[in-house]
């Protein structure tokens, strides 16, 4: 298997700080792989909570995650700050494609990356629907700066 090639802090556009906590270690003393997936999806659904395009309890249109990779770098271990980049690769008619970098409190370099897809669906029948203008106008932001 290839290595992927590792995206430093400055490739994303967004960064929220995550306390590990105790429970999230393993047996092995580092972080348990499904935890970075937590961290993942924390970040995403906090950035779209505050740009005020998610509301979980009533919004008509939900995201499922379709798909989700995650190449573990270095571990991470409680009492680590995380600090989570997101940035957004793609953006279909109703997709979206998040990159997410998970960095040690202050580094450069990641521990952790990976991203998921999203689908946005109607919660009642889950058939997709199209991203909205707010949703759109709120991806904007993340997507990278062209070269």
């Given amino acids: 298997m290839s290595k992927p090639t590792l995206h430093e802090r400055g490739a994303y556009r967004h960064f929220l700080t995550i306390p590990t906590r105790w429970m999230d270690n393993d047996v092995y003393g580092h972080v348990n792989n499904v935890v970075y997936y937590s961290y993942f999806d924390t970040v995403v659904n906090e950035y779209l909570l505050r740009q005020g395009v998610l509301d979980f309890g009533t919004s008509d249109v939900i995201g499922l995650v379709v798909e989700t990779q995650c190449n573990y770098i270095e ?3 409680f009492p680590d700050g995380v600090e989570a980049g997101l940035r ?3 953006v ?3 997709s979206v494609r998040y990159e997410i970098g998970l960095f ?5 370099s990641p521990a952790a990356q990976g991203h998921f ?4 669906v109607d919660r009642k029948g889950r ?3 199209a991203l909205s203008e707010g949703m759109r ?3 904007a932001p993340l997507e990278p700066i062209p070269a």
């Fill in 104 to 108: 040690r409190e202050g580094s450069v």
């Fill in 92 to 94: 279909g008619t109703s």
């Fill in 75 to 77: 571990s991470l271990a």
């Fill in 127 to 129: 058939r997709p629907k």
């Fill in 117 to 120: 897809v999203h689908v946005y």
């Fill in 88 to 90: 957004v690769s793609k």
């Fill in 137 to 139: 106008a709120a991806l």
